[in-house]
């Protein structure tokens, strides 16, 4: 739980940061000089009612991660090692909701991906640049969840039919800010066995944006992996290992067969 000393510690951290404004610097300043710093309310999760439509329980979850506010400090407070199973990511979501301070991209995609694990309609899939989103499926329609400083990279609403639509509202959003994104990286769907030690694969199909041609390049790519995801998956969690139609041509989203 946050208690004074915690969130004292917290706010010196976020002052060691260069790149917070320095009218946000002033209003810690001016909080920490006051005798007793007041906790930000706990985070509270509404337990899922089974007959809650997935669209409303996803919009339920982003909200739950935001009141967990994202982490300035340019350090994590929870060791998330994406070299694990779903065991440790299980784990890991249960420690943070207890702990109850603050996130940065990579927790609340943690979180995103235990809390989603009742929803059985739903297939979840990572997508990262130097900031990584969950990307959610209830077999209709794709969306997002996740957490970061601007408020267009994170939640999306389930209104995308293909997940390169998803993709590509993402990088309108990063346009917006004059950023240009390099490169799209996508793992395979996350296990629903919270038991599960099979290591997750963050980053299977990876495209470099440099060398697209042309917007239906990147959509054609990436609704080839769509298709094949789960096949990979399925094939991946018996084996252990890819199938052979993963060339590098294939997962850099080159091959056009």
Same mark, same amino acid.
């Given at each position: ?88 990511? @299980? ?14 991209? @990579? ?96 980053? @299977? ?53």
């Amino acid at each position: 739980m946050s208690t004074n000393k915690t969130i004292s510690g917290i706010a010196q951290q976020i002052l060691k940061n260069d790149s917070i404004s320095s009218s946000t610097r002033e209003e810690i300043k001016k909080a920490l000089s006051k005798p007793t710093l007041v906790a930000p309310p706990i985070p509270q999760w509404i337990p899922r009612i089974a007959s809650s439509a997935i669209p409303r329980r996803i919009k339920q979850i982003q909200h739950f991660i935001l009141q967990f506010q994202y982490n300035h400090t340019g350090h994590a407070f929870f060791a998330t090692k994406r070299n694990r199973g779903m065991k440790h990511m @299980v784990f890991t979501a249960k420690l943070i909701m207890k702990e109850a301070l603050p996130i940065q991209c @990579v927790e609340a995609v943690f979180l995103g991906v235990h809390l989603t694990n009742g929803l059985k309609s739903s297939r979840v899939q990572s997508s990262e640049h130097d900031h990584i989103i969950l990307a959610i499926y209830d077999g209709l329609h794709w969306g997002a969840i996740g957490i970061s400083r601007l408020g267009n990279l994170m939640y999306k609403s389930l209104r995308f039919t293909t997940l390169h639509l998803l993709i590509s509202d993402f990088i309108k959003c990063y346009r917006e800010y004059h950023h240009e994104v390099l490169v799209v990286s996508i793992g395979l769907p996350f296990s629903h066995d919270d038991c599960s030690e099979i290591p997750i694969q963050w980053k @299977v199909w990876s495209i470099n944006m440099v060398e697209v041609a042309s917007y239906n390049q990147l959509a054609n790519a990436l609704d080839r992996y769509t298709r094949d995801c789960l096949f990979i998956f399925d094939f991946y969690s018996r084996t252990g290992r890819l199938p052979e139609f993963c060339t590098r041509e294939y997962l850099s989203g080159k091959y056009k067969g």
